[in-house]
């Protein structure tokens, strides 16, 4: 399964080292919905970004 990683970025930023294995984008999608809705109470400065790094690579699947 692939990993996805959810960045958050709020003035200094908080980088997910960890990451979640889910089955595809369009659960990361939902994941990272979620997750910004619970973070940012509303506040827009709170940014989201999912990347996904399949075979070690980096790619960013949502902002």
């Not at 908080?14 to 999608?29: F, P, V």
Request: aromatic residues 6%; glycine residues 18%.
């Amino acid at each position: 399964m692939p990993r996805y990683f959810f960045d958050v970025f709020d003035g200094g930023g908080s980088r997910d080292d960890e990451g979640t294995e889910l089955a595809d984008a369009e659960h990361s999608r939902r994941k990272a919905v979620r997750l910004a809705g619970r973070i940012s109470g509303g506040d827009a400065r709170h940014r989201m970004r999912a990347r996904l790094l399949p075979g070690g690579g980096g790619t960013t699947a949502a902002r």
